[in-house]
């Protein structure tokens, strides 16, 4: 299902919409922030680690502006869009795929309050489009990447979240657009790989729902009913308007067999790829009575079958109620590792790639961004940050801002460093004492969700190679210890952050006593958080290893490793649980035995 577009005629007093460009402006480093005591400080706090990135947002004006835009402007009858291009050549109005809810009932966003309305208003070419998303994170919407193809969302692109009616500029909260992923084989003549992830320019406040994991085949099991939400047609019928209110419908899923033979039947071309896309319903009955389908304006919008993610509105045929057809979505479960990767992409840059930390002589902190495969000059953040004995970089709050998980080497005692308010531009640090857990451990790591919560955990070794497991809360707290591992880890270094094997789940490395490196994927279960061990590397003698996330911005998380001459090397994942988990390493440059702590 495509996205609705929309053109009107460019009104002649209004003033013209023009979103700020949301770039990125950092402060300058170094400068002190009158924060709670810091760890081993304790008359006054050291700098953070750059002050934070303050994102050049649109104000609210300018974006309900943009919202009445896209809300004034009236659907094409026909749009010219990437389903039309994909039609048969034979003639007639449902010979084509196409983008509406037919046949379901009305709803309010407190039902389904994850929901995101998609609006594009570009007031100079008097052209706008509107499409659905999800919110899986403070500042990420998934959809469907035909919805953002061609089209410049950082300029004039907005997404409203909390309201139930159509582009209310009255309702919600309105966030600006900072960075668009689409999948990088999306085809838009075919629409495969209709799949794309929107970074908002500032985290919203409400629910947000998790897209279906790798391991997750029993949500498309033939016959689960599963509900589709979103403000598209509500009619087949020419000149049939977008829906006032948020809508949804039930639908059963279809086995992939029964969805291509009759959708080849409809359009007399094979339009549907088994194992990327699925659908769900019943064959429409060629009228709006009897019909329960998605449509156009639906487009992006999920699927949702057992309390995730299981589709993205993607393409059905024009008209959307033609006999037998079905409406297809992206079967979001094969994407797994491709979104991941982006939704969890946390860097204090913010261009979607990991930067470094690094301590130097004095308790001077630098900050050095990744360019993918190599690093930009280093920056000075000040002093006071010799008292941590090792550091820990990740979003443990899931705001879009990387926080500091650190011990204090003076009382052994963990506290977590993180944006006080991250709704705001001018976003202050703050200091958390991290109680839950004790800072006696030998090793610790943040390898993401363990848990299949969607919080960040934590796993940390004793000195007996036991290894546990901390249940993250989301607020920077953990729940109770959960032992995973009894005596076998015993002299081990814990690292890596991300998912190193692309089935979108986080995934442990662990450097035993011989220097061999293990790879731990992870299961998203609590039950049991780690599949069989699988050896990656022998002979990791590196004085240093940091697993940060994904550095070069591929979606793979990646790993840094320090010799002992003060080479720095990127070892980048390749996505393979095997013996090649990482492409041929790449330097980054010497002298970094200079620094103590890298992290």
């Known amino acids: 299902m495509t996205h609705a577009r929309f053109r009107r005629r460019r009104p002649g007093t209004a003033r013209a919409a023009a979103i700020a460009a949301l770039s990125i402006s950092l402060l300058a480093g170094g400068s002190t922030l009158p924060a709670a005591a810091a760890p081993g400080t304790p008359d006054a706090a050291p700098p953070a680690p750059t002050t934070p990135v303050a994102v050049d947002r ?23 869009d990437a389903q039309a291009r ?31 309305q998609l609006g594009y208003w570009d007031e100079a070419a008097g052209k706008g489009s509107f499409c659905g998303g999800t919110l899986v994170a403070p500042n990420k919407v998934l959809t ?51 799949i794309a992830v929107i970074t908002l320019d500032r985290p919203v406040k409400g629910k947000w729902l998790r897209p279906a994991a790798s391991g997750d085949s029993s949500l498309y099991k033939t016959g689960t ?25 039930s639908l059963p899923m279809v086995a992939d067999g029964t969805c291509d033979r009759a959708m080849r039947g409809v359009l007399g071309r094979d339009f549907f790829v088994a194992g990327e896309m699925h659908c769900a319903g019943k064959p429409a009955t060629g009228r709006d009575s009897g019909t329960k389908s998605s449509c156009h304006g639906d487009s992006g919008g999920p699927l949702v079958v057992g309390g995730k993610i299981a589709g993205v509105v993607s393409w059905g045929v024009k008209g959307c109620i033609t006999k037998g057809a079905y409406p297809v979505f992206t079967k979001v479960r094969t ?36 360019k993918g495969r190599s690093l930009a000059a280093r920056t000075a953040s000040g002093s006071g940050w010799e008292a941590l004995s090792w550091g820990l970089q990740s979003d443990f709050d899931r705001d879009g801002h990387l926080d500091l998980l650190v011990r204090d080497k003076n009382d052994g005692k963990l506290h977590r460093r993180y944006v006080r308010n991250a709704t705001t531009s001018s976003a202050a640090w703050a200091w958390q004492p991290v109680t839950s857990v004790g800072g006696g451990s030998k090793s610790y790591a943040a390898p993401g969700d363990f848990t299949g919560d969607g919080w960040p955990d934590l ?33 081990a270094k814990l690292f890596g952050r991300g998912d190193l094997t692309n089935d979108g789940k986080a995934d442990l490395l662990v450097r035993d006593k ?45 790993v ?40």
Not at 90 to 109: K, L, N
Not at 234 to 245: C, E, F, L, N, V
Not at 470 to 484: D, E, L, R, T
């Open 58 to 80: 649109a104000t609210n004006a300018e974006l309900r502006e943009r919202l009445a835009g896209a809300a004034g402007a009236e659907a094409e009858k026909a749009p010219a």
């Open 86 to 116: 994909t039609a048969a050549p034979a003639p007639g109005a449902d010979t084509g795929p196409s983008p509406f809810i037919v046949g379901g009932s009305e709803t309010t966003i407190s039902s389904a309050p994850w929901m995101v």
């Open 144 to 194: 469907a990447a035909h919805c953002v193809y061609g089209l410049d969302w950082r300029r004039n692109g907005v997404a409203l979240v909390g309201a139930t009616k159509l582009m209310d500029p009255n309702a919600g909260t309105a966030a600006g657009v900072h960075r668009v992923w689409r999948h990088a084989k999306y085809d838009h003549r075919t629409l495969r790989n209709d």
């Open 225 to 249: 009913s599963g509900t589709v939400y979103g403000w598209g047609l509500t009619s087949g019928r020419s000149g049939a308007q977008q829906a006032k209110k948020l809508r949804k419908v």
């Open 335 to 370: 994407y797994a590792g491709a979104t991941q990767g982006r939704i969890d992409d946390a860097d204090r840059s913010y261009d979607g790639r990991t930067d470094l930390l690094a301590r130097g002589a004095g308790g001077k902190l630098y900050q050095m961004n990744s």
């Open 459 to 491: 796993i940390t070794t004793d000195g007996s190679g036991n290894a546990h497991l901390y249940p993250g809360k989301g607020n920077g707290a953990f729940g109770s210890k959960k032992k995973v591992v009894n005596g076998a880890w015993k002299g």
């Open 514 to 558: 011989a220097n061999t490196v293990w790879l731990y994927r992870g299961t998203g279960k609590a039950s049991a958080p780690f599949a069989a061990k699988i050896k990656a590397r022998s002979n990791w003698k590196f004085t240093a290893l940091v697993g940060n996330g994904d550095m070069t911005g591929d979606g793979i998380a990646d």
């Open 560 to 599: 840094l490793a320090r010799d002992s001459g003060g080479k720095l090397w990127l070892y980048p994942g390749t996505g393979k649980a095997s013996s090649s988990l990482f492409g041929t390493r790449v330097s980054l440059g010497s002298g970094f035995n200079q620094y103590n702590l890298l992290f």
